[in-house]
C-alpha cells in the first residue's frame, strides 16, 4: 500500500504546510488528482496524487509543517475494481512520473491551471472499476475536471461529492433503494485563500450560498458573514478565538511566505546599501493617457491603470541605464547584468508578501503588458501563484498608492539591485507655467521613491533612471524619444 510523501516541489525547499485537504478517507482518486493544498516558503501549491486507488489514511492533519519526504497520505487499490473483476491501476511511483510542480506548464497545465503530473506514453491505459449506468455521466465530469488534455483543472478547492445510484436488481440481487445525499455528503464549494480566511474569521461555510463561480462561495461573502450579528456572536467562543476569552496576546507562528519574506528581507537590508531617491511629478497627462485607452478597441477587455503606465516606462528608461537590471553576484565579484527584464510586481496577500514577477516583460506590447499584469495580480490574491512566477526576478515595482499612501522607502528584492515604490495619485496645487505665466491650477500629483543598491548604482546612474520615469509619466508622448 503505497505511501505518498511530501515532494520538493521546486527550488530546494526543505518543508511545506498541509493548508488543506481535498479528500478524505474512503475517497477513489485518480492519478493527478488534486489531493491537498501545501504552504511553502513561496506559496500555496495545489499537489497532485501520483497514485490511483482508495484513500485509506491521511498521515498529516490540516495546519501541520512536515519536512519533504514525509509520508502525508496513504493511498491503496481500488477495492471496487477488484470486487467488479477488473484489474486496479496500479500505483505509479512519482519518480516515474513527468512531473514538474514548480512549473504548471511544464506538465501540460496552462495558466490557471492546476498543477499536474502525466503518465509517461508508454505505460498505456489502465482500466477502470465497471461503474453503474447512472453514475457515468457524473464519472466522466469528474474526470474531465482533472484532466488536462480535456479542460483546465478546477480551481475551486471541493467539487460536491456524487451519491451512489441505485443498482438494479440484476446487479445486486435485489433491488436497491436510491438516496439522496445528506448534508454532509456535500462540501461547500470555495477557493483555498477564501476558506482559510472564513477559518480565521470564525464563518461556518455550510452557512454560506455560493454566489460565485460554479456556485462557489467568494470572499466578499465570507467577510460580509463575519459582520453579522450571528457570526460575531460565535466569534466570542473561546474555543475559536481566544483573544476573547480575556487573553492580552495573541501568538502567530511565523511560516510559510511570511518566513520567507522576513529573512529576505533582513538578507537584503544588511548586506546590499540602499540609497532612496525622490520625486514628485504632475502625473495629469498619464491620466489622461490612462481613460483613452480604457476606452479604446484594443483594451476594452484588458484593465489598464496608472501603473500599466508606470511600468511600461521603467522597462523603456531600463535601456538607458542597464545598471537599473543588473545585481551584484557577491560569491563570484561580478556584476551581472541581464539583457532581459523579468518585471516583478510587489503583491500583499492574506499569508504574506509576495513578489511575483512577468517573464520578458521589456518584449511585450502594452497590450500583452496589461494581460500579464492582470493575469499576475489575480493569481496572486488567490494565492494561486507558483515558486517559478517569483524567481528569476530583475526589477520590482511596489504599489502603495493602493492603500492610499504617498510614498516609502523599499527594502530591494534579493537578486536584484533596484525597486520603486509609486505613490497614490491625488489632486493638488500644482504650479503651471502657460504663455511665460505661472499659475497654480490642480493636477494629478504622484511621489515615486526608488531604492538601489549604491554598491555598483552610484547616484547618477539611479537619479538618471528616475527622472526618466517621471518624464515619462509628466508627458506620456516622451516615451517615443526613448
Same mark, same amino acid.
Given at each position: ?5 511530501l515532494p520538493d516541489v521546486g527550488e530546494g525547499l526543505t518543508e511545506a504546510e498541509v493548508v488543506a485537504w481535498r479528500v478524505k478517507v474512503g475517497d477513489v482518486i485518480e492519478v493527478n488528482e488534486i489531493v491537498c493544498d501545501i504552504e ?63 512549473? !504548471? %506548464? @511544464? =506538465? *501540460?497545465?496552462? $495558466? ?11 505505460? #498505456? ?75 480565521d474569521l470564525g464563518v461556518d461555510l455550510t452557512t454560506l450560498t455560493g454566489e460565485g463561480p460554479q456556485g462557489s462561495v467568494t470572499r466578499e461573502q465570507v467577510q460580509a458573514a463575519a459582520t453579522s450579528p450571528m457570526v460575531e456572536e ?7 478565538? !481566544? %483573544? @476573547? =476569552? *480575556?487573553?492580552? $496576546? ?11 519574506? #522576513? ?220
Amino acid at each position: 500500500m503505497p505511501e505518498y510523501k511530501l515532494p520538493d516541489v521546486g527550488e530546494g525547499l526543505t518543508e511545506a504546510e498541509v493548508v488543506a485537504w481535498r479528500v478524505k478517507v474512503g475517497d477513489v482518486i485518480e492519478v493527478n488528482e488534486i489531493v491537498c493544498d501545501i504552504e511553502t516558503a513561496k506559496s500555496i501549491v495545489e499537489l497532485p496524487s501520483p497514485y490511483a486507488g482508495e484513500v485509506t489514511a491521511l498521515l498529516v492533519p490540516e495546519g501541520e509543517t512536515v519536512a519533504v519526504g514525509t509520508p502525508i497520505i496513504r493511498i491503496g487499490a481500488d477495492e471496487s475494481a477488484a470486487a467488479s473483476g477488473a484489474s486496479p491501476a496500479t500505483p505509479t511511483p512519482a519518480a516515474e512520473m513527468d512531473i514538474d510542480l514548480s512549473n !504548471p %506548464a @511544464a =506538465s *501540460g497545465g496552462g $495558466e490557471g491551471e492546476s498543477l499536474v503530473g502525466r503518465n509517461k506514453a508508454d505505460r #498505456g491505459p489502465t482500466r477502470r472499476a465497471r461503474r453503474a449506468p447512472g453514475a457515468e455521466a457524473a464519472n466522466k465530469q469528474a474526470q474531465a475536471a482533472f484532466d488536462p488534455g480535456t479542460s483546465p483543472a478546477p480551481e475551486l478547492e471541493e467539487l460536491p461529492e456524487v451519491s451512489p445510484p441505485s443498482y438494479s436488481a440484476a446487479e445486486e440481487g435485489a433491488q436497491q433503494p436510491s438516496r439522496d445525499p445528506a448534508p454532509a455528503d456535500v462540501r461547500v464549494l470555495a477557493k483555498p485563500p477564501v476558506r482559510k480566511l472564513a477559518k480565521d474569521l470564525g464563518v461556518d461555510l455550510t452557512t454560506l450560498t455560493g454566489e460565485g463561480p460554479q456556485g462557489s462561495v467568494t470572499r466578499e461573502q465570507v467577510q460580509a458573514a463575519a459582520t453579522s450579528p450571528m457570526v460575531e456572536e460565535v466569534a466570542q467562543q473561546p474555543s475559536r478565538h !481566544p %483573544a @476573547a =476569552s *480575556g487573553a492580552r $496576546e495573541t501568538r502567530e507562528p511565523i511560516k510559510g511566505v511570511r518566513k520567507m519574506m #522576513g529573512q529576505a528581507m533582513v538578507d537584503s537590508a544588511f548586506t546590499a546599501p540602499h540609497v532612496t531617491e525622490w520625486v514628485t511629478l504632475d502625473a495629469t497627462r498619464t491620466m489622461e493617457l490612462v481613460e483613452r485607452l480604457k476606452s479604446h478597441r484594443e483594451f476594452r477587455d484588458v484593465k489598464v491603470s496608472p501603473l500599466l503606465v508606470l511600468a511600461k516606462a521603467c522597462l523603456l528608461a531600463i535601456r538607458r541605464t542597464p545598471e537599473i537590471n543588473s545585481f551584484w553576484d557577491e560569491a563570484a565579484q561580478e556584476v551581472v547584468y541581464k539583457h532581459y527584464v523579468n518585471l516583478g510586481i510587489a503583491a500583499a496577500t492574506p499569508r504574506g508578501l509576495v513578489v511575483p514577477n512577468v517573464k520578458d516583460a521589456d518584449a511585450m506590447t502594452l497590450r500583452e503588458l496589461a494581460e500579464a499584469l492582470g493575469d499576475l495580480t489575480a493569481t496572486a490574491r488567490e494565492g494561486k501563484t507558483q515558486p517559478a512566477d517569483m524567481s528569476g526576478g530583475s526589477f520590482t515595482i511596489t504599489n502603495v498608492g493602493v492603500f492610499g499612501v504617498d510614498a516609502g522607502t523599499p527594502i530591494i528584492n534579493p537578486g536584484e539591485s533596484a525597486i520603486l515604490c509609486f505613490g497614490s495619485i491625488t489632486r493638488k496645487p500644482w504650479v503651471v507655467v502657460e504663455d511665460g505665466e505661472e499659475r497654480v491650477v490642480p493636477r494629478h500629483v504622484t511621489t515615486l521613491a526608488l531604492s538601489f543598491d549604491h554598491r555598483h548604482v552610484d547616484g547618477e546612474k539611479g537619479s538618471r533612471f528616475l527622472a526618466d520615469v517621471a518624464a515619462i509619466l509628466e508627458d506620456p508622448a516622451s516615451a517615443l524619444l526613448f
